[in-house]
């Protein structure tokens, strides 16, 4: 699975837009871009996925570069409840390996 | 459905005393998933199985660790014997995988292990 790299920590006020990046310079074309978030002391839970085109779900958006090298997670109207770590994932789609977990970024909304 | 649940969602033990982590996943899945994190190492997977059969175990450890899926809707994850260092949140996940592309993956509450 290619390789990731997220923003450490990012603050966002309440209410505004949060914009989460995340470069997969070496993304292949049958691979997925996954998000999924873990707020403290809790399992991770599934935001979004996309291949190519953009996504919309009732939790996020997802924009991915023309060229896939890289996307941005929008929460649209962060609120508290987002403060989470929000973890980028690249991988094969029918692959048969499992998520693979790097660091994150450290989301704090702020009030 | 009530989602993946996980059993216990703490447990303290001595070191040397034998573990065992339990896990339900959601009705109709046919993949799970055992992670273990830490401060230090993040969120680790160690072992998977599909359709009840280990796929990929490279993460497991050690041979202190074992882990069984006796059928579709149950699962351990045990430690015998158990070492401080084993001390982490434990998580359970499942997804349904088909061959032409795979579900999200849904988290258990986890279990937060400490050895003493």
């Known amino acids: 699975d290619a390789k990731t790299t997220q923003p450490t920590s990012m603050d966002c006020a309440e209410g505004r837009a949060a914009n989460l990046p995340c470069n997969h310079s070496t993304i292949s074309g049958n691979e997925y871009v996954y998000w999924y978030r873990q707020i403290h002391s809790q399992g991770p839970q599934y935001i979004i996925h996309g291949l190519k085109n953009n996504e919309t779900n009732e939790m996020a958006s997802l924009i991915i570069t023309e060229d896939r090298k890289s996307s941005t997670l929008i929460l649209p109207h962060a609120t508290l409840r987002d403060t989470a770590v929000y973890y980028c994932?690249?991988?094969?789609?029918?692959?048969?390996?499992?998520?693979?977990f790097g660091s994150g970024t450290r989301l704090q909304v702020q009030p | 459905d009530a989602g993946v649940i996980q059993s216990p969602r703490h447990e303290v033990t001595e070191m040397g005393q034998e573990v065992t982590l339990r896990c339900k996943p959601i009705s109709g899945h046919n993949s799970l998933f055992w992670y273990r994190q830490t401060m230090m190492r993040g969120l680790e997977l160690l072992i998977y199985?599909?359709?009840?059969?280990?796929?990929?175990d490279s993460g497991m450890p050690e041979d202190r660790f074992s882990a069984k899926m006796p059928n579709a809707s149950f699962s351990t994850l045990k430690i015998q014997p158990s070492e401080p260092r084993d001390s982490a949140v434990y998580f359970c996940a499942s997804t349904f995988r088909a061959g032409a592309g795979n579900t999200e993956a849904f988290f258990g509450q986890g279990t937060r292990l400490t050895v003493v």
């Open positions: 199985f599909n359709n009840n059969v280990p796929i990929d």
């Open positions: 994932i690249v991988r094969v789609g029918t692959g048969r390996r499992a998520l693979t």
